[in-house]
């Protein structure tokens, strides 16, 4: 019987995903732009834009990150977020501060952590984050694309070619 809930056990975390960093943003490096993709991140620096991850993201004790809405599957908080949070799983360290609103399924924070907008506790959560696929992913490429709208022609485009100048001579 106690062995049966150990095995429970092994397959419930055999099942979660294990997540760990695999990039980090070091402190005294400011960033300005759009973060995407897939894994773990950590921001120790400075970092203003958006961000879209599957994975974690962790803001260490000395990160700053401003974003309008930031999303990721799980977001820990020990620096400072100036934005809003949709993740699956939040958490705010004792050091953490948190300016903005929050969209979870699982929240925790430490004794002594600031947190400055509202809690909305989910069931489920569609963070977005998949990005849209690119003409060539879909199977076309721009060339087929401006062919299928030249009025229905199925001709292939010539080629352009580039005349050679003709110098003037000139008579004494």
Same mark, same amino acid.
């Given at each position: 019987?106690?062995?049966?809930?150990?095995?429970?056990?092994?397959?419930?975390?055999?099942?979660?995903?294990?997540?760990?960093? #695999?990039?980090?943003?070091?402190? +005294? *490096? *400011?960033?300005h +732009? @759009?973060? #995407?993709?897939?894994?773990? !991140?950590?921001? /120790?620096?400075?970092?203003?834009? /958006?961000?879209?991850?599957?994975?974690?993201?962790?803001?260490? #004790?000395? =990160?700053?990150?401003?974003?309008?809405?930031?999303? &990721? %599957?799980?977001?820990?908080? &020990?620096? &400072?977020?100036?934005? %809003?949070? *949709?993740?699956?799983?939040?958490?705010?360290?004792? $050091?953490?501060?948190?300016? =903005?609103?929050? !969209?979870t399924?699982?929240?925790?924070?430490?004794?002594g952590?600031?947190?400055?907008?509202?809690?909305?506790? /989910?069931?489920?959560?569609?963070?977005? #984050?998949?990005?849209?696929?690119?003409?060539?992913?879909?199977?076309?490429?721009?060339?087929?694309? !401006?062919?299928? /709208? &030249?009025?229905?022609?199925?001709?292939?485009?010539?080629? @352009?070619?580039?005349?050679? $100048?003709? @110098?003037a001579?000139? @008579? %004494?």
């Amino acid at each position: 019987m106690f062995r049966r809930r150990d095995e429970e056990q092994a397959d419930t975390q055999a099942a979660q995903p294990e997540q760990r960093i #695999t990039s980090v943003l070091g402190d +005294g *490096t *400011t960033y300005h +732009g @759009k973060l #995407t993709g897939r894994g773990g !991140v950590r921001i /120790e620096g400075a970092f203003e834009g /958006e961000i879209s991850l599957e994975g974690m993201l962790v803001v260490g #004790t000395t =990160g700053r990150v401003t974003c309008e809405d930031l999303r &990721a %599957n799980t977001v820990v908080v &020990a620096g &400072a977020v100036r934005g %809003n949070i *949709t993740a699956e799983k939040v958490e705010i360290r004792a $050091s953490g501060r948190v300016w =903005g609103d929050v !969209v979870t399924i699982a929240f925790s924070t430490e004794e002594g952590a600031f947190l400055r907008g509202q809690i909305r506790m /989910e069931e489920e959560i569609e963070l977005g #984050t998949e990005e849209e696929p690119q003409a060539e992913e879909i199977g076309e490429t721009e060339e087929e694309v !401006v062919m299928e /709208e &030249a009025d229905g022609k199925e001709e292939k485009p010539k080629p @352009k070619r580039k005349r050679a $100048s003709k @110098k003037a001579s000139t @008579k %004494n």
